[in-house]
């Protein structure tokens, strides 16, 4: 279809000064939509942690991530040291129990994943590419998914493996790792579904930063109030239905009943075995329904 | 842009270099072609522009209509566009965009049907976006990231695995002129240096169409200068066709083998860049003086009438060179070689011997009044060495001054109401030799 290179193009070069090689074309090998596909998933992931981009794009998350890890450490290193026979936290209880960092830093970087694009326009770029708009959207959902999968399954790990060195029982921490790597997923999926598609609305970083903190703590803070009147009404099946209504009482309860932890519900109560399928099914909703809506979000935007 | 040699829209079919090297001289000085008279420069520098439709295409639309719920973008625009640099002209909303979109698959057409380096645009919109190239008009460079790790990412993102990508960034940077600055972040690069990144990300996989939305948007006369030189290079060099969008038809002159003129999303005209700038039929000399004829000009002036010719100042004195150059009506075959019988038996220098072009902005003025009048086809009016450009219309021409008819007192109008744009293409003229040149900076 193009025409030959130039005759100029190609008798150039050879001793000439190093600047004037010609054009040389590209015959090479062309991966096409997957790898390009995987390429972004992987720039997207690395890019959650500031990797490939400035310094000061890196401070935030490996602090956080620093804060994240240190405790995992610090229980770790007792546990072994006083020859516990328990570790002082469950594996499905570790996410929650630093809910505060994990949510900073799902707000802190869902906007990166996907506002900087829309930002300074870079999405029409991608589009004119080979790969098709679910493909950017999969990379992206995938990219802040697999970051938090990374964010609080690393301590889940450093839990276990301290575990191990205590010499622990190995068939009960093992089951309590899968669990917990389990909760770690499903985490992974509803907070960062949630906040990517938020992030999505928005091309600036600072409103996306504070709706996600916002749709990730208030509801959470309110649930929590509302079930603790209930249950001091003395409503404890009231109490269940309220955690369907905020994202981090929803998991909480949902790692009660599924995954055999126990809840930080007011008054110790238990999630039962057929509320934590209700608990289940609104959690894969609420996922589809992010994703879903992500799809729709890029469906416009274009060149 | 006077100096648009007829054969640059074949530059598909033979190497253009040797070609247009030879006819823009310095200072877009006298074509060897050129002295020898109208039949042969037509013979053999040029061939009839009316062929290159009969090329490969690299981009076909036909009865292509995209309707908004609001507005029809695209209205059965049917156009074949021919391997080599294509001018896609038209206003804001002429619909220029919605093709683009349309072209890299991005979105449907409600009628019609595309094709891009013949693959059908609704089936096979990956296939084309991984062997094309898009340079979007607006700004589209994170500020945080360099230049190098930015190409770098768009090269994979285009299917080049990570040591390619690496390679042909590096490459790529470099023939549009990006040195050490690659490697700073992009937030502190010039508007110039930002654009050439946008076109080094739409290169850098070796495609073999780009599409360049706008590239000289925001640029100074010099940026504009390089960029349409870059553009050039891209088709010459790099043996990439391109597709280039502008509302400015003074740069598409010098640029474009072709120029696709679309309005309100149909087609006003799609032809050679030389059909568009055919010949006025007028010549233009410029002598030198010397010490046996100080006033050159006047000698010449002199010399030509009584060799049977009848030499005329240009229309608007006053102008800069305006008081230097004569004009000759060309009807007659051999005025090329009086003339330079004639400046030869004076023993001046002679300074440039020029044919006078009809201006884009001319045609586009006159289709815009009458599209009906110009099929998709240009019907050969180039094979016609007299043919002008566009269709006489004296009607017309009479209430926008100048007419483009041939010969005689029309020609001089037209010629006048050129003259004041000639300074600024004679400052440009040295620039298409650079740029057809084929040497890299």
């Not at chain 1, 079930?227 to 269940?240: F, H, Y």
């Not at chain 2, 994979?156 to 390619?164: S, V």
């Not at chain 2, 002008?388 to 007192?409: E, I």
Request: net charge negative; charged share 15%.
């Amino acid at each position: 279809m193009s025409p030959e290179p130039s005759p100029a193009a190609a008798t150039r070069g050879g001793t000439d000064v190093i600047h004037n090689i010609g054009y040389r074309k590209y015959d090479g090998p062309r991966l096409g939509r997957s790898y390009a596909r995987r390429s972004l998933f992987v720039h997207s992931l690395r890019g959650t942690y500031g990797l490939g981009r400035a310094a000061k794009s890196k401070v935030l998350p490996m602090i956080l991530f620093a804060v994240m890890c240190l405790p995992a450490l610090i229980m770790v290193a007792s546990a072994v040291y006083a020859g516990a026979d328990e570790l002082p936290v469950d594996y499905t209880a570790y996410a929650t129990f630093l809910l505060p960092v994990t949510s900073i830093f799902v707000a802190a970087v869902a906007p990166q994943v996907v506002s900087l694009d829309l930002r300074f326009k870079t999405v029409p770029l991608y589009f004119s590419r080979p790969i098709e708009r679910s493909d950017y959207v999969a990379a992206k959902f995938g990219a802040l998914i697999a970051s938090l999968i990374v964010f609080t399954g690393t301590p889940v790990l450093i839990l276990y493996v301290g575990a191990l060195l205590g010499k622990l029982d190995f068939a009960d921490q093992t089951l309590g790792l899968g669990q917990g790597l389990v909760f770690t997923v499903v985490f992974a999926l509803l907070y960062g579904g949630i906040a990517v598609s938020l992030a999505a609305l928005t091309p600036r970083r600072g409103f996306g930063v504070a709706a996600v903190i916002a749709v990730l703590t208030i509801p959470y803070m309110l649930v929590g109030a509302l079930q603790g009147i209930a249950q001091q009404q003395g409503e404890s099946d009231l109490t269940t239905w309220i955690g369907l209504g905020s994202p981090g009482t929803l998991l909480d309860g949902f790692q009660d009943s599924v995954l055999g932890g126990s809840s930080n519900f007011p008054g110790g109560h238990q999630v039962t075995g057929a509320e934590g399928i209700v608990y289940a099914l609104v959690i894969a909703v609420l996922i589809a329904g992010s994703y879903a809506l992500l799809l729709r979000r890029y469906r416009k935007a274009g060149l | 842009m006077l100096w648009i040699p007829l054969v640059t829209h074949l530059s598909s079919g033979d190497a253009p270099e040797t070609h247009a090297t030879s006819v823009w001289g310095p200072l877009g000085g006298v074509s060897p072609c050129g002295t020898s008279g109208i039949a042969s420069r037509r013979g053999t520098c040029g061939r009839d522009p009316g062929d290159s439709f009969s090329y490969v295409t690299v981009i076909a639309t036909q009865s292509l209509t995209m309707r908004f719920p609001r507005v029809t973008a695209l209205d059965r625009l049917t156009v074949n566009i021919a391997p080599g640099v294509t001018g896609l002209v038209g206003a804001n909303g002429a619909g220029k965009s919605t093709l683009i979109k349309i072209l890299l698959g991005l979105s449907p057409a409600t009628e019609g049907s595309a094709t891009v380096l013949g693959l059908d645009v609704s089936t096979h919109g990956g296939t084309i976006r991984e062997s094309v190239g898009y340079m979007p008009e607006h700004d589209c460079l994170p500020p945080d990231v360099s230049a190098t790790e930015f190409v770098v990412h768009m090269a994979r993102m285009t299917g080049l695995p990570a040591a390619a990508a690496r390679e042909r960034t590096a490459d790529t940077l470099r023939h549009v002129g990006l040195y050490e600055e690659r490697y700073r972040s992009m937030g502190s690069y010039s508007t110039g240096m930002k654009q050439r990144v946008k076109l080094a990300q739409a290169l850098v996989h070796d495609p073999q169409l780009v599409l360049l939305d706008e590239p000289t948007n925001g640029l100074d006369p010099v940026g504009r200068d390089d960029m349409l030189d870059l553009i050039r290079r891209v088709h010459t060099d790099f043996g990439i066709s391109v597709l280039v969008t502008s509302h400015l038809l003074g740069e598409l002159e010098r640029t474009c083998d072709q120029v696709v003129v679309i309005d309100g999303g149909t087609l006003l005209r799609s032809s050679a860049t030389a059909d568009f700038t055919q010949d006025t039929a007028s010549l233009a000399v410029e002598v030198t003086d010397t010490d046996t004829h100080p006033d050159g000009t006047a000698a010449l002036r002199a010399a030509l009438a009584e060799a049977g010719l009848r030499p005329q100042e240009p229309a608007t004195v006053g102008a800069p060179g305006s008081g230097h150059v004569l004009l000759l009506d060309t009807a007659e075959e051999d005025v090329f070689d009086t003339v330079r019988d004639t400046v030869a038996g004076l023993g001046l220098g002679l300074v440039r011997m020029e044919q006078r072009r009809h201006h884009i902005s001319e045609v586009f003025a006159d289709s815009t009044e009458h599209p009906t009048t110009h099929p998709t086809d240009e019907p050969g009016s180039a094979t016609t060495s007299r043919s002008p450009g566009v269709s006489p219309d004296p009607g017309g021409g009479a209430t926008d001054g100048p007419a483009p008819t041939g010969s005689g007192p029309g020609s001089s109008g037209l010629d006048g109401a050129a003259t004041p744009r000639q300074p600024v293409r004679q400052h440009t003229a040295a620039h298409p030799q650079k740029g057809g040149g084929g040497d890299v900076a």
